[in-house]
């Protein structure tokens, strides 16, 4: 069984970059796996930052700053954060269609900016 | 404003049923693959199904393959989640969430709802 796989935490310095990326425990990530990200705060539902569908690749939802990014890198879906700011501090988890109309969430990211 | 309201969560003894609903609006709701996603406490997301907008499509995690039930109604413009033979692993906030597309599967969630809170316990 395939396995969405994340870093469970990273840490950025404020004004630093960081990408997190996601993986799959067999083969590669691709485009057709149509990889979304998202963001969570404690007690909050999460936000929608990146997204792909078959018409539209690594597209930033409606109000998500351009300091985040989406993109391929190697095998893996990767979410690129710029200029990190403190209230980027949250949990980051990513989607990828599985085939046969099943999705999966990686684990998370715990992302700390100290 | 697209809104996605949850309702029917609670708590419920190990062997039940209960059925979630999801009231849709601000969006053409028959024109969009609809999903439920849900997160247990102090965990992870999980996705736990998806229906194409015409119901033609149909998908459920292996967690919860054969004993839930997801399903929409296109004059109700909502979304439900029928949950039979509950564990105490399907104890999780449940959220309702919109697709970006008309079919489920070629796109992730665009817009999520506040979620509704399902305890199973005896």
């Known amino acids: 069984q395939t396995v969405v796989t994340q870093e469970p935490s990273l840490s950025v310095s404020p004004g630093g970059t960081v990408t997190l990326t996601c993986g799959l425990t067999?083969?590669?990530?691709?485009?057709?796996?149509?990889p979304t990200w998202y963001q969570q705060t404690p007690g909050q539902a999460p936000r929608t930052l990146i997204y792909?569908?078959?018409?539209?690749?690594?597209v930033r939802s409606s109000g998500v700053p351009d300091r985040f990014s989406g993109s391929i890198l190697g095998n893996k879906a990767a979410l690129t954060i710029t200029e990190a700011q403190a209230d980027d501090e949250s949990d980051y988890y990513c989607?990828?269609?599985?085939?046969?109309?099943?999705?999966?969430f990686g684990g998370g990211t715990k992302l700390t900016v100290l | 404003e697209v809104q996605l309201v949850e309702s029917g969560g609670g708590l419920v003894q190990p062997g039940r049923s209960l059925r979630l609903s999801c009231a849709a609006s601000?969006?053409?709701?028959?024109?969009?693959?609809m999903h439920w996603v849900r997160q247990a406490p102090g965990k992870g997301l999980e996705w736990v199904s998806g229906?194409?907008?015409?119901?033609?499509?149909?998908g459920y995690a292996d967690s919860v393959k054969g004993r839930f039930t997801i399903s929409r109604d296109r004059t109700k413009t909502s979304l439900y989640l029928q949950m039979n033979s509950l564990i105490s692993e399907d104890t999780a906030l449940y959220y309702c969430?919109?697709?970006?597309?008309?079919?489920?599967?070629?796109?992730?969630?665009?817009?999520w709802g506040q979620g509704t809170m399902v305890t199973v316990s005896s």
């Open positions: 792909s569908t078959a018409s539209r690749t690594n």
């Open positions: 989607m990828l269609y599985l085939g046969n109309f099943i999705w999966a």
């Open positions: 229906m194409h907008w015409n119901g033609d499509a149909i």
């Open positions: 969430a919109k697709g970006y597309t008309a079919y489920y599967s070629t796109g992730g969630v665009d817009v």
């Open positions: 067999s083969g590669s990530v691709l485009t057709t796996f149509y």
């Open positions: 601000g969006f053409t709701f028959n024109d969009f693959g």
